[in-house]
């Protein structure tokens, strides 16, 4: 028996690395198909007409990792109260954050798609029944869309799915109600080599051991890619999120990660995700019983971190072309002030708003169909440099445009050099 067992994972193992190399090359046409930054740049085989949409930036996202639900609370570091559950969701919707799924948090990434300001994702770790019949329910009533992270044994039937672990039926009809369901390993443990792991021999003793070489390449495949590919073929799905048990992982498993076509990857050390948090350990934050203070920190992380100036979207002034441009310098007291939303899709007509330093809100006209919006002066500005602010809702959410420009106050008409001194430029 031993000799078997030793010989068989020899075998695979020479196996493996064949496969590796046929795979690698296969993958190698992979980033250019499904990489939106390759697609972005190549601008020859793009229509002409299509243009990137706008997407806000400054847009942050918490992201929350639950596992059980349960009335009584046994293990505090994994478990919550429905009740403290449910309280939790009503705080994010009273704190103006919205909830969106993982999948527009990653379009977000892409640039394709925009995201509210201040967001939360939601994702249940492990595959628990009760996130079923207790959490489900709850995210229904608030129309919250999750995430599921699931380590494919521990499914009911696997060989650590016990009494209390999900159903491939559950899961099943949670696909089919658009909830997403994302890939938390094979058995759950330290993906790094050498690291103690518990193997399960057949039989279903399982033992402590710690794996190297072309042994642990074998195991960590299968915990990395084989859960994928049994997800994907198991409900009929696109998996393409991974969430690293413990947060145990390193470049070597992200390399793995990354060549089996996960977009993002998933630790437990909270953070706000920003627009350049890197896709291969974005934060989340994990929520205990015993620690409501993780909860309440996150949601002020986005909450109060920025003032709320993260509530809108910067749009570029180069962007908006606008005129006088960011930087120049006018030779009149009275310019004509112009900038063009054209490129920010989805504006609402009624929303334009344009401020002047010195003036405040002025009376634009706006061209919905050219998407210009433009001002004359017709009070000289003070001052020597002038900054004009564009606002307007797009598709719900506010963008803004800010720029500066400088006045000659030689040039222009009024003796203003006096005045200049005295009327500080606001800032922005
Ligand atoms: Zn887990």
């Given at each position: 028996m031993m000799i078997r067992f030793a010989i068989i994972p020899l075998l695979l193992a020479m196996n493996f690395s064949m496969c590796k190399r046929h795979e690698s090359a296969a993958n190698g046409s992979q980033p250019a198909t499904s990489s939106p930054a390759a697609a972005a740049v190549s601008p020859a085989a793009s229509p002409p007409k299509i243009t990137k949409a706008v997407v806000d930036q400054t847009a942050q996202t918490i992201i929350f990792c639950y596992h059980r639900l349960v009335d009584?609370?046994?293990?505090?570091g994994t478990e919550i109260t429905p009740a403290d559950f449910e309280a939790q969701m009503k705080q994010l919707k009273d704190a103006g954050i919205t909830v969106i799924s993982m999948q527009d948090l990653l379009a977000w990434r892409r640039g394709e798609k925009n995201i509210p300001p201040r967001c939360a994702v939601v994702s249940f770790d492990d595959g628990w029944k009760s996130q079923y019949e207790v959490a489900w329910p709850i995210m229904k009533k608030f129309g919250y869309p999750f995430t599921m992270f699931i380590y494919?044994?521990?499914?009911?039937?696997?060989?650590?799915?016990?009494?209390?672990a999900i159903t491939w039926e559950q899961l099943a009809d949670m696909r089919d109600n658009g909830v997403d369901i994302e890939a938390h390993?094979?058995?759950?443990?330290?993906?790094?080599?050498g690291h103690n792991i518990m193997l399960a021999a057949p039989g279903g003793k399982r033992t402590r051991t710690k794996l190297t070489g072309p042994e642990y390449e074998q195991w960590v495949r299968n915990e990395v890619v084989g859960s994928k590919e049994l997800l994907e073929q198991r409900l009929g799905i696109k998996v393409n999120c991974f969430a690293v048990p413990f947060g145990n992982y390193n470049e070597h498993v992200k390399e793995l990660a990354r060549n089996a076509g996960y977009e993002a990857m998933f630790t437990v050390y909270g953070q706000p995700i920003t627009f350049t948090s890197p896709l291969d350990s974005l934060g989340r934050y994990a929520i205990e019983a015993n620690k409501p203070k993780v909860f309440v920190d996150a949601v002020k992380m986005i909450g109060t971190s920025t003032g709320g100036a993260a509530a809108v979207a910067e749009v570029g002034a180069a962007d908006l072309s606008t005129q006088p441009a960011d930087g120049s310098t006018v030779r009149t007291a009275l310019p004509l002030i112009k900038a063009n939303?054209?490129?920010?899709?989805?504006?609402?007509?009624?929303s334009v708003q344009m401020r002047v330093s010195g003036l405040g809100v002025v009376p634009v006209s706006y061209d919905p169909k050219s998407g210009m919006v433009s001002y004359q002066v017709t009070q000289k500005l003070r001052g020597n440099s002038c900054t004009v602010i564009v606002s307007a809702k797009a598709e719900g959410k506010k963008v803004e445009a800010h720029w500066t420009f400088g006045i000659d106050a030689t040039a222009a008409?009024?003796?203003?050099s006096a005045a200049a001194k005295s009327t500080p430029t606001p800032k922005k």
């Amino acid at each position: 028996m031993m000799i078997r067992f030793a010989i068989i994972p020899l075998l695979l193992a020479m196996n493996f690395s064949m496969c590796k190399r046929h795979e690698s090359a296969a993958n190698g046409s992979q980033p250019a198909t499904s990489s939106p930054a390759a697609a972005a740049v190549s601008p020859a085989a793009s229509p002409p007409k299509i243009t990137k949409a706008v997407v806000d930036q400054t847009a942050q996202t918490i992201i929350f990792c639950y596992h059980r639900l349960v009335d009584k609370i046994r293990y505090p570091g994994t478990e919550i109260t429905p009740a403290d559950f449910e309280a939790q969701m009503k705080q994010l919707k009273d704190a103006g954050i919205t909830v969106i799924s993982m999948q527009d948090l990653l379009a977000w990434r892409r640039g394709e798609k925009n995201i509210p300001p201040r967001c939360a994702v939601v994702s249940f770790d492990d595959g628990w029944k009760s996130q079923y019949e207790v959490a489900w329910p709850i995210m229904k009533k608030f129309g919250y869309p999750f995430t599921m992270f699931i380590y494919t044994e521990g499914v009911r039937g696997g060989s650590l799915g016990g009494g209390e672990a999900i159903t491939w039926e559950q899961l099943a009809d949670m696909r089919d109600n658009g909830v997403d369901i994302e890939a938390h390993t094979a058995t759950h443990q330290d993906l790094r080599e050498g690291h103690n792991i518990m193997l399960a021999a057949p039989g279903g003793k399982r033992t402590r051991t710690k794996l190297t070489g072309p042994e642990y390449e074998q195991w960590v495949r299968n915990e990395v890619v084989g859960s994928k590919e049994l997800l994907e073929q198991r409900l009929g799905i696109k998996v393409n999120c991974f969430a690293v048990p413990f947060g145990n992982y390193n470049e070597h498993v992200k390399e793995l990660a990354r060549n089996a076509g996960y977009e993002a990857m998933f630790t437990v050390y909270g953070q706000p995700i920003t627009f350049t948090s890197p896709l291969d350990s974005l934060g989340r934050y994990a929520i205990e019983a015993n620690k409501p203070k993780v909860f309440v920190d996150a949601v002020k992380m986005i909450g109060t971190s920025t003032g709320g100036a993260a509530a809108v979207a910067e749009v570029g002034a180069a962007d908006l072309s606008t005129q006088p441009a960011d930087g120049s310098t006018v030779r009149t007291a009275l310019p004509l002030i112009k900038a063009n939303l054209g490129r920010v899709g989805g504006i609402e007509p009624g929303s334009v708003q344009m401020r002047v330093s010195g003036l405040g809100v002025v009376p634009v006209s706006y061209d919905p169909k050219s998407g210009m919006v433009s001002y004359q002066v017709t009070q000289k500005l003070r001052g020597n440099s002038c900054t004009v602010i564009v606002s307007a809702k797009a598709e719900g959410k506010k963008v803004e445009a800010h720029w500066t420009f400088g006045i000659d106050a030689t040039a222009a008409a009024a003796p203003v050099s006096a005045a200049a001194k005295s009327t500080p430029t606001p800032k922005k």
